[in-house]
Every structure is written in structure tokens, then in C-alpha cells.
């Protein structure tokens, strides 16, 4: 009981974060009944998806310190386990999606092993190796459609079909992603007051004295990479139903991973609001910028240069993310 009420106790945030994140509540849950376009609808799941991914990876690298950047790999997963057993079984997405995870906590388990042996740029570099391994492998598997990858036909369910995920409205697929964003924010805010979470701070800080002082500093970190893997790979399952055609390329490439660590690291690494701050700005810059300039004649990739201005701005302003400016202004304030 405890436990539980941990999950809604935000005590220890200032009244202000609490107030706008109150707002930004409210707004979310009245977004579908205001006429926005499907552009913008699919621009706000796409927020929430990758709010969800990088609440994954701020538990192992905003806590933890270990910079993974092969997250991706955990999404391909859950989409493909749950495509899969749409496809050939029409097995319901509730059943699949938790499939999807355990078969990525497996994984995960398997390699985090061995990389959790490693530091610094050596483990980045081997969650990038792995990952690509793994999409090259499903690249040539035809068993989950090769390269070319998996659809599911539209005629597969008839919709509405909540048990398969099956609709023909976007609000419905909002109000699902949207639950399983406030479920994430929760757990995050009991994860960083729990046990696990001041022993990876610890770990963080100085992995020895961790070490020293009884931390089992393997294990305590590869819980937490199962932790991580879970927030990807279950909203990687619900990406699958949302898109109904998965490749390779678009769910388990590097590009992917790097963005859901950019999620974190721009909002705020090892803070409870930054994954989500991080995708505020990233995702509707992306998606608006790429709608407005990346299809214009002669202004092929300027999206991508102003979208990467911007990021080295802010990177070399306030190296923890927009989370540490905010904080270094609250400091002038007390001073």
C-alpha cells in the first residue's frame, strides 16, 4: 500500500512544476474534442510515444549514466512480436504486447550481461553494435517480412476492436497512447524515490563507493535496463497496431535510438519532466519543419540543419538540457 500511494506522491516537486504539468494534463485530454487537423493529431501521438520512449531511457541513462544508444532494438522487438501475432495467430494486442516485452526483457537480459561490463563510450558503442546486428538479422529473416517487413491488412479486424487495437479513428489510438503516458509518469515518479533508484544514483556518482558500499551494481543495473526496455518495447506494440506497416528501418534504426536519447538529454537527463520537455520540442519541430521545408524545392534538408542548430544551441548553453536552465534560474532566484 505504501508503494502505491508512492506513485501519486509529488510532495517533493515545487507547487509551479506541478501547476503546469496539472495544465498540460488537462490540455492533453480535451486535445481531441477541438478541431485540429490529422496532421496534428498524429504529431501529438507521436509526443506521446516518444514522451514514453525516452521515460524508458532516462531510467538507465538520466539515472543511471549509461548512455544507451540501441534502444531501438526494444521497439523492433515489441512491434514486431505483436505484428507477428496478429498476422498469423489473431491474437489480441493485449496478450501480444506483454509477449513483446518479455521476449525483450530476454534479450535484454542476454546482452546487458556482457555491455554492462563495459563503460563509457566503450558501452554506447556496443548498444549501437548490437542493435544493428539485430536489424540485420530481421532484415533478412523472412519469417517477419525481411526488409520489405510486415503489414497488417486493413480488412485483418473489423473496427472498432478494442481487443486487437483496431480503429479507424485516431482519437481512440490518442486516448490509449495517452493513458500509457500517465501510467509512465507515475512510475517514473515512483521509480526515482524507490530503492533501485538511489542505487543507481549511486552508481552514477561513483560506481566503486557504490560497489562498496553493497550495491550489487551488475544487477542493479540490468533491472533497470529491463525497466527501460519495457517502456520501448510496450509502446513499440502499440506503434505497430497504430502504423499497421513495420520495417526494419522504421522501427529498430539508428536514427531512432539516437533520438530517443536526444529526447532525454535536450529536456533534462536524470529529471522527472525532461523526457517529456525533451519531446515538446523535438517532435513537433521535427514533424512541422520537415511538413513546411523539407518538401520545398531547393530546401531539401534545411529542416535538418535548423533542427540540429538548435539542438547545439541549447546543448551548449546548458549541457544538462532545458531542465538545467530552468534549475540554474531557480538558483539566481534563492540566491
Known amino acids: 500500500m505504501e508503494k502505491l500511494k508512492n506513485f501519486f506522491d509529488f510532495r517533493d516537486l515545487p507547487r509551479l512544476d506541478l501547476g503546469i504539468a496539472a495544465a498540460v494534463g488537462l490540455a ?14 498524429s504529431t501529438v501521438i507521436q509526443f506521446l510515444m516518444f514522451s514514453l520512449y525516452g521515460m524508458g531511457w532516462n531510467t ?41 516485452v518479455l521476449i525483450a526483457i530476454a534479450w535484454c537480459s542476454v546482452i546487458g550481461y556482457s555491455v554492462f561490463r563495459l ?35 486493413a480488412t485483418r479486424f473489423s473496427s472498432p476492436d478494442f481487443l486487437h487495437l483496431f480503429f479507424t479513428q485516431d482519437d481512440t489510438y490518442y486516448y490509449i497512447i495517452l493513458a500509457f503516458f500517465f501510467i509512465g509518469i507515475l512510475y517514473v515518479n515512483w521509480f526515482r524515490k524507490s530503492r533501485l533508484g538511489f542505487q543507481l544514483r549511486s552508481i552514477k556518482d561513483n560506481e566503486e563507493v557504490a560497489r562498496s558500499l553493497g550495491i550489487n551494481v551488475q544487477w542493479a ?10 517502456f520501448v518495447s510496450a509502446v ?22 539516437i533520438l530517443i536519447a536526444l529526447m532525454a538529454m535536450l529536456g ?16 513537433p519541430l521535427k514533424s512541422y519543419l520537415k511538413e513546411w521545408l523539407g518538401a520545398r524545392a531547393g530546401l531539401v534538408g534545411i529542416d535538418l540543419v535548423i533542427y540540429g542548430a538548435i539542438i ?22 534563492r540566491a
Open 28 to 41: 492533453l485530454l480535451v486535445f481531441p474534442f477541438f478541431p485540429f487537423s490529422s496532421f496534428a493529431m
Open 221 to 230: 543495473k540490468i533491472k533497470t535496463y529491463a525497466v527501460a526496455v519495457t
Open 268 to 283: 533534462g537527463a536524470g529529471s522527472l519532466w525532461g523526457p517529456l520537455i525533451g519531446a515538446g520540442i523535438l517532435i
Open 119 to 153: 563503460k563509457g563510450h566503450y558501452f554506447a558503442i556496443a548498444t549501437i553494435a548490437t542493435s544493428l546486428v539485430l536489424k540485420d538479422i530481421f532484415e533478412v529473416w523472412r519469417f517477419v517480412g525481411a526488409a520489405r517487413g510486415l503489414e497488417i491488412p
Open 60 to 100: 538507465i541513462g538520466g539515472y543511471g549514466g549509461q548512455v544507451d544508444l540501441g534502444l531501438a532494438q526494444y521497439l523492433g522487438i515489441g512491434a514486431y512480436a505483436t505484428a507477428v501475432s496478429m498476422i498469423r495467430w489473431n491474437t489480441p494486442f493485449w496478450v501480444s504486447m506483454p509477449v513483446g
Open 236 to 257: 513499440g506494440s502499440f506503434h505497430a497496431c497504430y502504423v499497421k506497416n513495420i520495417e526494419p528501418e522504421d522501427t529498430m534504426s539508428l536514427d531512432i535510438s
Open 312 to 333: 547545439m544551441f541549447i546543448s551548449a548553453v546548458e549541457p544538462r538540457g532545458v531542465w538545467g536552465i530552468v534549475e540554474r534560474i531557480r538558483r539566481r532566484k
